[in-house]
C-alpha cells in the first residue's frame, strides 16, 4: 500500500458534489483534514470509528499511515516523547512503538 498521499483533497474534489455528501466520504475527507494537520489522534479515532467496514480491504493501510506519520514527526520534531508517539500511531505499548519505528525508516532520532 502507498503512503498518504498529498493530492487527497485534489481527488476529493474530482468527486461530483452529489457524491462528495454521501456515506463514507464527508467522514474520509475529515480524516483527511486530521492527517494532513497532524491530528493524529482525531485520525486514529475516525479510523476506529469507520471501522473494518471501510478499511477492511485496505491491506497495509494501518501501517501506510503509521511510517506516513513517522516521517511527518522526524521532519518537524528532534524529541518526541513516548506517549505522544504512542498516541499519533496508535500503538498502546513502548515496544511496539520502539519495533515500529526503528523499521519505519527513521533517521531523523531514536528511541
Not at 464527508?26 to 494537520?37: D, R, T, V
Not at 477492511?56 to 501501517?63: E, I, L, T, V
Not at 511527518?72 to 528532534?78: E, G, I, T
Not at 499519533?88 to 532520532?109: I, P, R
Request: charged share 20%; glycine share 8%.
Amino acid at each position: 500500500m502507498r503512503a498518504p498521499s498529498t493530492d487527497f483533497s485534489v481527488y476529493l474534489h474530482m468527486l461530483s458534489e452529489t457524491l462528495q455528501k454521501d456515506d463514507p466520504i464527508p467522514a474520509l475527507a475529515e480524516l483527511g483534514k486530521s492527517l494532513a494537520c497532524c491530528g493524529f489522534a482525531d485520525f486514529w479515532a475516525g479510523v476506529d470509528k469507520l471501522g473494518s467496514a471501510v478499511f477492511g480491504q485496505a491491506k497495509g493501510f494501518d501501517d501506510a499511515v503509521r511510517v506516513a506519520i513517522v516521517g511527518m514527526l522526524a521532519v518537524s520534531h528532534s524529541v518526541v516523547p513516548m506517549d505522544a508517539l504512542k498516541a499519533s500511531l496508535d500503538l498502546k505499548d513502548d515496544a511496539a512503538v520502539k519495533t515500529f519505528v526503528s523499521g519505519a525508516g527513521n533517521k531523523a532520532w531514536t528511541l
